[in-house]
């Protein structure tokens, strides 16, 4: 244990080009699964809050269900989508880091989307009369609230960061795990760890949870500052 | 802080993910080669590719699995070109026509590796089928990949070579990993169980304990590698030109020499014999 | 009145139940422009639900309740509701009054010399560009009161507005409504603060268990109230007042 933390540390002090590489295309393809997935699934999620139709209760069970996604059986169905045998063969999007992004945003979706509506809805049963009496329509409303509560949704959002950033399952499959153009963090873990490598695994798995915290601990600092701002 | 920080920082990210160098996805000149994870975990491809590409200018990417799943890759067209090591399965499905133009590039081979206290008493062996018996006879802990990869297809035979039919005939002693080499050796070595590994992952596996190499050199565990085209007829977005050029610097004396060249710890792995 | 006025609002048989209980029973009134009007009740008479009613936020399970004229959808809205609680968006307080103005789709220029406008009727120009949701109670009650003023409305319904805040901001609340009072816009307020009702309205609507029970100008209803409830009311509220409230 102790040889592996200081082989995390010492890859970290190295500079190791491989390495960056790995974790920078680790950021890239998480990040913009993030991106994606929030500019969908925000609006998806407060839509589903302030809206009443028949069925609304079964879709958010099934939006809840969804966030228990396995991550191989996304990873599974978008192979089968982009494989040359499949629907989107033509596109030649398989073992591309676009590929991963693509399995990485159905798996987070989900989760920003389920949590999102939560945090709307309840923010709804405060906002909702008032946003009514100013003659707000729902689908303004639901944008006015995704605005104001925007602070909280970052939870939602680190949720789905943590999640995309942890899998393993889906960008193996679709990404191929191929050295130098779709090789992650997980995915290098994942070798090591198939090679009997465990130093270098576990060094790798400190590096990855390095990186996370940082992210997080950014994101904990801003929602601070922003709530003491805006009250 | 707040809305426009929010914004530059979301632009910053976008950014980030445009500039910062996307691997060769534009580059045209690459091909997709499906190989096995052990040939990957040699390190024998992190030697060849960049001379492939200084010689060629080509990116040869390889997505490694096991070798069954290899195979499958080209059979679906997902992959231009199939490096694999399971000759009676490749002549199989160049006979059904799924791939064509195929080469003999290599052999490596296997190794029995068991405790140092050698409970069969296998060592000094030449007979690898003998050397089975023997750890059959003894019930001695044998730890096996049972993954159906090209190693534990080879495994099998050499069980079927010393008379035993290891599917009805293993005990509690046959241990069933499910694993791949590396994963499989660490069981062993925590065990002191013998098992049957590829050279390249011995050499690179660093958790020994108390195991060592007990018998080489039998030519049954000998593994011949072959590089086969996807059939353009049955996928005609298959890079032929490109992958013809992969398979022919393996086999030219060129790509012969770099095989010949990779070492691990100043031993060699790999055995060129590519037909002239 | 103007040309198209939604004055007289008319409740004809207004009621409404839930899980099967009558919270407010056959309520038939006509409100006018001109008096502002106190709804004055006890707790749980129903006074927010008529509110409620009246301003839309709920539909009646029986009855009607008829405006004048139809308020066109997309334009300004000409009631306006300020709540018990006042609900302000994380912005400044000039962005809260500028979002009610943009919904009412006033044009972009001239949002901010509205809002500007509103704010200083309330008294809180030098709060303008502060977090709304960091001003005290008392402060975004008014601020409450300034967006629903700004777009002018000509009804302005207030349920029990001072009922959260201190003696010293209820009475800054209670000179702005008295100032919009003055500018034109009918005041319909529910509260059961008895001076406060004296202070602002010309005339007492009086609920009990969800019916109407009396209506009269506001005088003669603390001096001579008719009906029992209203007298068992005022004496409640009110114990050594009864017979000496004539002054």
């Known amino acids: ?231 | 802080m707040g809305g426009r920080t929010t914004l530059a920082l979301i632009v910053a990210v976008a950014a980030l993910g445009a500039v910062a160098p996307a691997p060769a996805v534009a580059q045209e000149r690459f091909i997709t080669v499906s190989s096995t994870t052990s040939t990957e975990n040699s390190g024998l491809f992190r030697h060849l590719l960049p001379l492939f590409r200084a010689a060629t200018g080509i990116e040869a990417r390889v997505v490694a699995l096991g070798t069954g799943q290899a195979l499958d890759m080209g059979r679906r067209g997902d992959a231009d070109v199939v490096f694999v090591h399971d000759k009676a399965k490749e002549l199989v499905m160049l006979e059904e026509g799924w791939f064509v133009g195929r080469r003999d590039v290599m052999v490596n081979d296997f190794v029995l590796a068991g405790p140092r206290s050698d409970p069969a008493r296998i060592a000094g062996l030449r007979d690898a089928g003998a050397a089975l018996r023997r750890i059959y006879d003894a019930r001695s802990p044998f730890a096996s990949r049972a993954d159906r990869s090209g190693t534990h297809a080879a495994e099998v035979r050499l069980w079927q070579a010393a008379g035993i039919d290891i599917a009805s005939q293993k005990g509690p002693w046959y241990r069933e990993t499910g694993s791949g080499m590396g994963a499989t050796l660490n069981i062993a070595s925590a065990m002191n169980a013998y098992a049957l590994a590829d050279r390249g992952t011995w050499l690179s596996f660093r958790n020994r304990g108390e195991l060592a190499v007990l018998l080489e050199g039998d030519l049954r565990l000998f593994n011949q590698y072959g590089v086969m085209l996807v059939n353009p007829a049955k996928h005609p977005h298959v890079k032929q030109a490109l992958g013809m050029q992969f398979i022919e610097w393996l086999v030219s004396a060129e790509g012969q020499r770099a095989i010949a060249e990779y070492r691990i710890g100043g031993e060699p792995l790999f055995f060129p014999n590519a037909a002239r | 009145m103007n040309r198209g006025s939604i004055l007289p609002l008319r409740l004809e048989g207004v009621c409404f139940g839930a899980g099967g209980r009558a919270i407010i029973e056959g309520v038939s009134v006509e409100l006018e422009a001109g008096s502002s009007t106190i709804i004055l009740g006890a707790n749980g008479a129903g006074k927010s639900l008529l509110m409620r009613l009246c301003h839309g936020l709920l539909a009646p399970t029986a009855g009607a309740v008829r405006w004048s004229a139809a308020e066109r959808p997309g334009a300004a809205r000409r009631q306006a509701m300020v709540f018990q609680r006042p609900v302000m968006l994380r912005r400044s307080a000039l962005a809260n009054v500028t979002y009610a103005l943009a919904r009412a789709n006033v044009p972009r220029a001239e949002r901010e010399r509205l809002a500007l406008e509103a704010l200083e009727s309330a008294g809180l120009l030098s709060l303008a560009k502060r977090p709304a949701r960091v001003l005290s109670g008392g402060e975004q009650q008014r601020l409450a009161l300034a967006r629903a003023w700004a777009l002018h409305p000509e009804v302005l319904f207030l349920d029990e507005p001072t009922a959260s805040l201190d003696p010293g901001a209820t009475r800054e609340i209670e000179n702005v409504i008295k100032a919009f009072d003055a500018a034109g816009t009918k005041i319909v307020m529910a509260t059961h603060n008895l001076g406060q009702a004296r202070r602002i309205g010309d005339e007492v609507l009086f609920l009990h268990q969800g019916r109407l029970v009396e209506r009269a100008p506001v005088e003669r209803f603390f001096s001579q109230p008719e009906s029992a409830e209203a007298k068992a009311f005022i004496r409640g509220e009110l114990p050594w007042a009864v017979g000496r409230l004539s002054h």
């Open chain 1, 1 to 231: 244990m102790r040889g592996a933390f200081s082989e995390a540390l010492g890859l970290i002090g190295s500079f190791d080009p491989g390495l960056a590489g790995i974790i920078v295309l680790s950021l890239e393809v998480s990040l913009s699964a993030v991106l994606l997935a929030s500019a969908i699934g925000l609006p998806l999620g407060a839509a589903l809050a302030v809206a009443r139709f028949p069925g609304r209760r079964a879709v958010i069970v099934a939006l809840n269900a969804l966030m228990g996604l396995p991550p191989v059986v996304v990873g599974l169905a978008v192979y089968l989508l982009l494989s040359r045998a499949g629907p989107l063969g033509e596109l030649g999007l398989l073992f591309t880091p676009v590929a991963m992004v693509i399995a990485q945003t159905l798996l987070v979706l989900p989760i920003i989307a389920a949590l999102a509506r939560q945090a709307i809805e309840d923010a709804w049963s405060e906002y909702e009369e008032q946003l009514r009496s100013l003659g707000v329509g729902e689908f303004d409303a639901a944008l006015t609230l995704l605005w104001d509560i925007r602070f909280s949704l970052l939870t939602a959002v680190l949720a789905g960061l943590g999640r995309a950033s942890a899998e393993v399952g889906a960008v193996m499959i679709v990404g191929g795990n191929i050295d130098g153009v779709t090789r992650v963090m997980t995915t290098a873990i994942a070798l090591e760890t198939s090679k009997g490598d465990l130093p270098l695994a576990l060094a790798l798995g400190m590096v990855l949870i390095a990186i996370v915290l940082a992210l997080n601990a950014a994101a904990f600092l801003l929602k601070e500052a922003a709530q003491r701002r805006y009250g």
